[in-house]
């Protein structure tokens, strides 16, 4: 198993930017997919960002390529999720999650182990 907490959310305002670090202990941290999703209120949690084990392959969701890059730190057990170019909609509470098998996948029911959220507020 992994345990995964995330930290970096605040409040930041329109065309701002935030980092957000998601910390794992337990298993392997290198031995995992690591994604990012959020959840808006009212809305389904959405898939934003996904890196593979090695790091060397990364997807976004459409609606934030150019603007988010993921990253990880196999050393530090890290994986980072830079923002820039914030928009008001992206106000959501963002969640990292960990996949044990070895596909990059965007799916949320892919991901077996999840953090507990840290809220991003984009003010307009």
């Known amino acids: 198993q992994v345990q995964l907490v995330e930290s970096g959310g605040g409040l930041v305002q329109a065309g701002g930017s935030l980092r957000l670090s998601c910390a794992a202990s337990?298993?392997?941290?290198?031995?995992?997919?690591m994604g990012w999703f959020r959840q808006a209120p009212g809305k389904e949690r959405e898939f934003v960002a996904a890196?593979?084990?090695?790091?060397?392959?990364?997807f976004y969701a459409d609606s934030v390529k150019g603007r988010f890059t993921i990253s990880r730190g196999n050393a530090k057990n890290t994986v980072y999720l830079q923002m820039n170019s914030l928009k008001p909609e992206e106000t959501a509470v963002y969640y990292c999650?960990?996949?044990?098998?070895?596909?990059?996948?965007?799916?949320?029911?892919?991901?077996?182990?999840w953090g507990q959220g840290t809220q991003v507020t984009v003010s307009s």
């Open positions: 890196i593979s084990r090695s790091g060397g392959v990364t």
């Open positions: 999650a960990a996949d044990d098998t070895a596909v990059v996948v965007t799916t949320r029911r892919a991901y077996d182990y």
């Open positions: 337990g298993r392997t941290f290198s031995s995992y997919v």
